[in-house]
């Protein structure tokens, strides 16, 4: 039995990318990308839009020579390890190892995997998890607020939906960086 956690980086005002597509602004520096990479160890399966699997693929192939910083090459190790799905109806083929993809997004298939994993679920991509959110799929938020209002973009959080919720822990960041950890509320 796994939950399925939903965690986004995104501004204040709720963009996980701006109105240039750009997130640099959202760059996990050392202290939190250390918090990040526990929270990922726990992961067994990741769930992506296509859009974050064509961000997130470089860490199949990312440098982790001694000259890159340890949590950078941890981060890698742990995201080889995991099994991945990509959503897309476009990609033609993957490229990286452990993935496959998925041509529709299936909730039932998703609520069969939730009983039968072993370990956590993570869903990534505003898309994709807008749809998993609708479905109640998700059983926790993790959202990295960054001090930073960008005015528009990407919204890490979809409309029209109402989800109540029960915060579990919050962590506060040198950087201004918030962690707000939430449980779903039957
Ligand atoms: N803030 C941060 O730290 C951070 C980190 C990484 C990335 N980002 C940003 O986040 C963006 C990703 O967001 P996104 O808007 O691209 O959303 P996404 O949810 O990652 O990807 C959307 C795509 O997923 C596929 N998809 C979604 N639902 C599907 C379904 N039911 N069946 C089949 N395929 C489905 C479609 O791909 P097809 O079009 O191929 O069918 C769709 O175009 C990146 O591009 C980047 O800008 C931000």
Known sequence: ???????????????IADQDGNFDW??????????????????????YGRGMYDVMRYWETAPTGGDQPPVVRDYAQI???????????TLPTVSSARTRIERDFDPEAVRQMKVTVGR???????VLAAQAIRAGLVD???????????????????????VKLELLDERRFG????????RTRT
């Open 1 to 15: 039995m796994g939950k399925l956690i939903y965690s986004s980086i995104a501004s204040l005002d709720g963009y």
């Open 26 to 47: 959202a760059a996990p520096d050392e202290a939190v990308h250390t918090f990040v990479n526990d929270l990922e160890r726990q992961i067994g399966t990741y769930l």
């Open 79 to 89: 995201w080889q390890a995991a099994d991945k799905i990509v959503y897309s109806k």
């Open 120 to 126: 956590d679920i993570s869903v990534g991509g505003p």
């Open 140 to 162: 926790e938020f993790r959202l990295f607020v960054v001090p930073i209002v960008v005015g528009g973009g990407k919204p890490s959080l979809p409309n029209n939906v109402r």
């Open 175 to 182: 950087s201004g960086v918030v962690h707000l950890h939430y």
